[in-house]
């Protein structure tokens, strides 16, 4: 059974760094592309990052050169480095798996690990 | 980027209606569109993916249609279970975007 479980939010002031990580089962991580994606309270959801099993990533130019994308191939998991926060980061951070259906949608999603930015 | 625009933003239905959900992209994708239902509190759950290709175990009451630009998402008869929030994707080129979201409400 496929499962994705976010760790590492909470509150952090703003300029602070976060690391969330998804740990994996049922799938390996590193034989996929994974995604971040970020939903606001009481918002529409917000693709964040993506990464290939090759290695390449992609990131939403509102987190270009804060938020880093990476993965431990030996702990099957995922993870975002977030850097200089901002208040507008305050959101649920969810790590989604990508399936090729023609391109990349999400077809398993973990429970998301809320990260609020503030002072 | 490619901007993604549903509507309406809110529908009122009762158990048994049909209900039709469209989104319309910014420029052509093709085919290459998903709908995914939210509930509060709980991660976004993939319906369909190109367009109308139906999720495994997800209820045939569910089907999409369209291509290049409209798009709809159709609940032939709305059960209890359906009342959420479902959003569109676009997946053409990345930034992938999801539309504003359409909550599905009880009337």
């Known amino acids: 059974e496929v499962q994705l479980v976010e760790t590492g939010g909470g509150l952090i002031q703003p300029g602070g760094s976060l690391r969330l990580s998804c740990a994996a089962s049922g799938f390996t991580v590193s034989s996929n592309y994974m995604s971040w994606v970020r939903q606001a309270p009481g918002k529409g959801l917000e693709w964040v990052s993506v990464?290939?099993?090759?290695?390449?990533?992609y990131y939403a130019d509102s987190v270009k050169g804060r938020f880093t994308i990476s993965r431990d191939n030996s702990k099957n998991t995922l993870y975002l480095q977030m850097n200089s926060l901002r208040a507008e980061d305050t959101a649920v951070y969810y790590c989604?798996?990508?399936?090729?259906?023609?391109?990349?949608?999400?077809?398993?999603w973990g429970q998301g690990t809320l990260v609020t930015v503030s002072s | 980027d490619i901007q993604m625009t549903q509507s309406p933003s809110t529908l009122s239905a009762s158990v048994g209606d049909r209900v039709t959900i469209t989104c319309r992209a910014s420029q052509s994708i093709s085919s290459w569109l998903a709908w995914y239902q939210q509930k509060p509190g709980k991660a976004p759950k993939l319906l369909i993916y190109k367009a109308s290709s139906l999720e495994s175990g997800v209820p045939s009451r569910f089907s999409g249609s369209g291509s290049g630009t409209e798009f709809t998402l159709t609940i032939s008869s709305l059960q209890p279970d359906d009342f959420a929030t479902y959003y569109c994707?676009?997946?053409?080129?990345?930034?992938?975007?999801f539309g504003q979201g359409t909550k599905v409400e009880i009337k």
């Open positions: 994707q676009q997946y053409n080129s990345y930034p992938v975007e």
């Open positions: 990464i290939y099993s090759g290695g390449s990533t």
């Open positions: 989604a798996r990508v399936r090729y259906c023609g391109g990349d949608c999400l077809d398993y």
